[in-house]
């Protein structure tokens, strides 16, 4: 059964700091790899998407993944994190074809200390 | 950007009373729709896939019977919970698949509490 495993529950940094998020999944076949972001009391948005192609993908707020098929990882990374990152970022994985059915990650919540 | 709205976003209800909640994708059409629900600081937790015009698909562990999906139209997806309960207070999210570009656009999301 398809699966997505983020490690970090919880991460706390200040302001200018590096961050690196953690995803694996577990699935038989080529996916499309999607982080969302929820920011408090909003709904969820795209932050970058993965289909195929330059495994390391640029989205929006200068955040980018980097998408490795031999360790089944999907990491985000933003070299400086700012206050208004303070949000809850979900990795997820779907089918590259077929059902279109979304398999999220439990979810990182981020603090970011000004 | 599109948008999916969902209403109400936020209902209380007693037990044994039945809640509509309808999800609408605002400026594209979607033939499929999503439903998922939300426990606190869980993940998003797939409860069914609606697609116009035919019957939803349950993931394993959902009741068909207590959550009645039905996706009517190219832009609405309605989520009935029958005869709720209290151990159905939840985060009900919806998201609608854009049929052209395939993304996916998720609605605010709807808070249920079951008194």
């Known amino acids: 059964a398809q699966s997505v495993s983020q490690h970090n529950h919880h991460v706390i940094l200040s302001e200018a700091a590096s961050l690196e998020l953690g995803c694996n999944y577990s699935?038989?076949?080529?996916?499309?790899l999607f982080w969302y972001v929820q920011y408090p009391g909003q709904h969820l948005q795209l932050l970058l998407k993965?289909?195929?192609?330059?495994?390391l993908v640029k989205g929006i707020k200068g955040f980018e993944a980097e998408f490795i098929k031999s360790k089944f990882s999907f990491n985000l990374r933003k070299p400086s994190v700012q206050w208004s990152d303070t949000a809850e970022y979900f990795c997820a994985v779907t089918p590259s074809s077929g059902t279109y059915k979304y398999i999220f990650g439990t979810g990182t919540r981020l603090k970011v200390l000004a | 950007g599109a948008v999916v709205s969902q209403h109400p976003s936020r209902v209380i209800c007693k037990s044994g009373t039945s809640v509509k909640i309808e999800c609408r994708s605002l400026d594209f059409q979607a033939t499929t729709m999503f439903w998922y629900r939300q426990f606190p600081k869980q993940s998003l937790m797939l409860m069914a896939t609606?697609?116009?015009?035919?019957?939803?698909?349950?993931e394993q562990g959902v009741e068909k019977d207590k959550f009645l999906i039905n996706h009517a139209s190219l832009t609405l997806s309605t989520l009935t919970v029958t005869s709720a309960h209290p151990e159905d207070s939840s985060f009900y999210i919806c998201?609608?698949?854009?049929?052209?570009?395939?993304?996916?656009?998720f609605g605010e999301g709807s808070r249920l509490t079951v008194l």
């Open positions: 609606s697609n116009e015009g035919s019957k939803a698909t349950y």
């Open positions: 993965y289909f195929s192609g330059d495994p």
């Open positions: 998201s609608a698949r854009d049929h052209i570009t395939g993304e996916l656009f």
């Open positions: 699935y038989g076949g080529t996916v499309n």
